[in-house]
Each structure stands twice: as structure tokens, then as C-alpha cells.
């Protein structure tokens, strides 16, 4: 069984910074990639930021320069730090991983149980 469990939401004022993380447990053999999504009211879920086995990273258009993913590859924790955040981020951030369970198991995805970003004044 794979958990992911994120933390790090909360309510921020515009041009704020949170940071978000995600730590993945359980059986894991290896993960292909890591991600962070998010999903406002009314809106469909949308990727934020991904990070692969390799270490590459891209970022939504309109999140670059603002928005920067890391990881601890030896602790299988990924972090997103937001910095200027808008009004338009407010939303509910999920972590995913594409997670491969057992050296014969697919790869499968994974999701958190996401955790509120509110950019208020």
C-alpha cells in the first residue's frame, strides 16, 4: 500500500508564500514521477508542477518564475514553494506520484487526500 500525505496549505495573503509537501510511504520499488496538482471550485483538476525520476521539472505557464518544485529523492518527499501567490491560485493542491509498488508490479498512480490554499486579503 502506497500513501502519499501532503501538508503545508493554509490561508495567505496576495503576493504571500506557502510551502507544500508530500511524503510518499508504504511499499514503494521505485517512483517514475512526482507531481502537484490542484483543483479550484468548479474547475477541473490541473497540473502544477512535476518532477520526474531524472530530476527534470516543468512547471504550468502560469506558475513559472513564481512556483518552484524539489525533492529528497533518499526520503521520497517532494516540496512545492509558492512565492507571489495570487488570488487565482486558491484552490486544493494534491500531490501525485506515478509509483511502481513491487520490482513486478506497473507503475499505478497515487494521489494524496490534498490540502487549502487560500489567497485572501
Known amino acids: 500500500q502506497v500513501q502519499l500525505v501532503e501538508s503545508g496549505g493554509g490561508l495567505v495573503q496576495p503576493g504571500g508564500s506557502l510551502r507544500l509537501s508530500c511524503a510518499a510511504s508504504?511499499?514503494?520499488?521505485?517512483?517514475?514521477?512526482m507531481g502537484w496538482y490542484r483543483q479550484a471550485p468548479a474547475k477541473q483538476r490541473e497540473l502544477v508542477a512535476i518532477?520526474?525520476?531524472?530530476?527534470?521539472?516543468n512547471y504550468a505557464d502560469s506558475v513559472k518564475g513564481r512556483f518552484t518544485m524539489s525533492r529528497d529523492k533518499a526520503r521520497n518527499t517532494v516540496s512545492l514553494q509558492m512565492n507571489g501567490l495570487l488570488p487565482e491560485d486558491t484552490a486544493v493542491y494534491y500531490c501525485h506520484g506515478r509509483i511502481q509498488p513491487g520490482p513486478l508490479a506497473p507503475p499505478d498512480d497515487y494521489w494524496g487526500q490534498g490540502t487549502q490554499v487560500t489567497v485572501s486579503s
Open positions: 508504504g511499499s514503494i520499488f521505485s517512483i517514475n514521477s
Open positions: 518532477i520526474t525520476n531524472g530530476g527534470s521539472t
